[in-house]
């Protein structure tokens, strides 16, 4: 694993690699025992429950030393090995940027494992978009939360060696500093839940309301759905509006779906007064806005290969460089393949819609449409349910073409 900055040990010393995260954050020590950590949570009592998601409880903890963790209690290691787990678990722990959640140790005991992550006090972008009876979140914070989080992803994506897929981009893993700063937390979890087969998860990753076409319809997952999935949570600041509204029907109600149009005319009239979150009563910058439009436009194209890479989105919301750069083939943002004729070879809007109704009447067979899926539970989250059904997530993979790509 690569990071992305070494330091000398001297003046004329050899390049040292940077110490292990564990050190550069304060902590003397990167395995725990189950004592340890059940000392540190007031052993895991509800009253340190900070959330629950896909992967297991998340408890609040209090080290000796005074340093505040977060123990994520893990459901499923997917069969691994004690001697795999810790080889995975040391190689995401090297994995140090500043808008990343860093994961400090580990724990084995027994039949359990557990994680130690840094703790992010101030709970997550979900809680401050959405929550309810929260103050409105102002347009500048907005846009640092978008950069900040961009740069996370660009690293996993771009900076890491070999490249680490998040697979379930959402507002509630996007974790919030004090100073509302972002951090991207759960990265590298997706290979704990996994089985054998290195590229095709048969365990439903992401949620309903931020998943990319092509796994949708062949189980198949890129740093090109982490895209577009940053690109939902890029509406999600523009509007104010959740990716899913669950109290009605799903296809007609998905924010992606209404608001690729809306982009559209936004970006070639200059008027984003229909996009824009209304609670923001006209308080932005209107270029800032354009650009984050235009990213978030060409971050859910229907098309993989027609989505921009994380490191052109940052330089796009820094401002740094045109919006020419989100073009693929003359393909501007707000342009998306959803417009391509029936036998164009690209996987459209009736393709997708119809591989989510499905994927959805097996969720709602199998009892799991109200959890994690609409993007409502978090690990830090606001509402705590059951994880996904490893059930439902099988049945889908057995009826779906495994072999299918529309790229």
């Known amino acids: 694993m690569s990071t992305s900055s070494y330091s000398n040990s001297g003046p004329h010393g050899p390049v040292l690699p940077p110490p292990h995260p564990s050190v550069a954050l304060g902590f003397n020590q990167s395995s725990f025992t189950f004592e340890e950590l059940s000392a540190a949570t007031g052993g895991f009592t509800q009253r340190n429950l900070l959330g629950q998601g896909g992967f297991g409880y998340v408890h609040k903890g209090l080290l ?17 090995g004690d001697r795999e787990f810790q080889a995975e678990v040391d190689t995401i722990s090297r994995v140090h940027h500043r808008h990343l ?25 979900e809680y401050h978009l959405h929550g309810k009876g929260r103050p409105v979140m102002d347009w500048g914070t907005r846009l640092k939360i978008a950069i900040g989080s961009a ?30 700063e972002a951090k991207v937390s759960d990265f590298g979890l997706a290979k704990f839940s996994q089985d054998t087969n290195t590229h095709v998860s048969t365990r439903v990753m992401g949620t309903f309301g931020y998943m990319a076409p092509e796994y ?13 999935s940053y690109g939902i949570m890029l509406l999600e ?32 009239s200059g008027n984003f007064e229909e996009l824009v979150d209304p609670r923001l009563e006209g308080n932005y910058n209107i270029q800032e806005l354009a650009h ?42 707000g342009q998306s393949t959803m417009y391509s004729g029936a036998n164009s070879g690209e996987y459209g809007a009736t393709a997708y819609l119809a591989d989510m109704k499905q994927f ?19 690990e830090y989250g606001l509402n705590l349910s059951a994880s996904t059904s490893d059930q439902s997530s099988t049945e889908y993979t057995k009826r779906t073409e495994i072999s299918k790509d529309h790229e």
């Open 292 to 333: 984050m439009v235009a990213c978030a436009s060409a971050s859910v194209r229907h098309s993989a290969k027609r989505r921009p890479r994380m490191s052109q989105v940052v330089r796009v919301l820094e401002g740094d460089v045109s919006l020419e750069v989100l073009n693929h083939e003359g393909v501007k943002p």
């Open 360 to 378: 959805r009447k097996l969720a709602l067979e199998s009892g799991t449409a109200n959890s994690d899926l609409y993007g409502n539970t978090s």
């Open 216 to 228: 949708a319809s062949s189980g198949k997952l890129t740093d090109k759905s982490d895209v577009f």
């Open 64 to 80: 000796p030393n005074g340093k505040e963790i977060a123990v994520k209690s893990l459901k499923s290691t997917g069969g691994q």
């Open 151 to 180: 740069k996370g992803l660009a690293y996993l994506h771009e900076d890491c060696h070999p490249r680490i897929i998040h697979r379930d981009i959402k507002a509630a893993n996007i974790l919030i500093e004090n100073n509302f």
């Open 101 to 125: 959640v860093s994961l400090v140790g580990y724990c084995i005991s027994d039949t359990k494992k557990l994680l130690v992550y840094e703790f992010v006090p101030n709970k997550t972008l």
């Open 237 to 268: 600041l523009i509007t104010g509006r959740r990716p899913i509204d669950n109290t009605a029907e799903y296809e007609d109600q998905s924010l992606v779906d209404w608001a690729r149009p809306v982009c559209v005319k936004a970006i070639e």
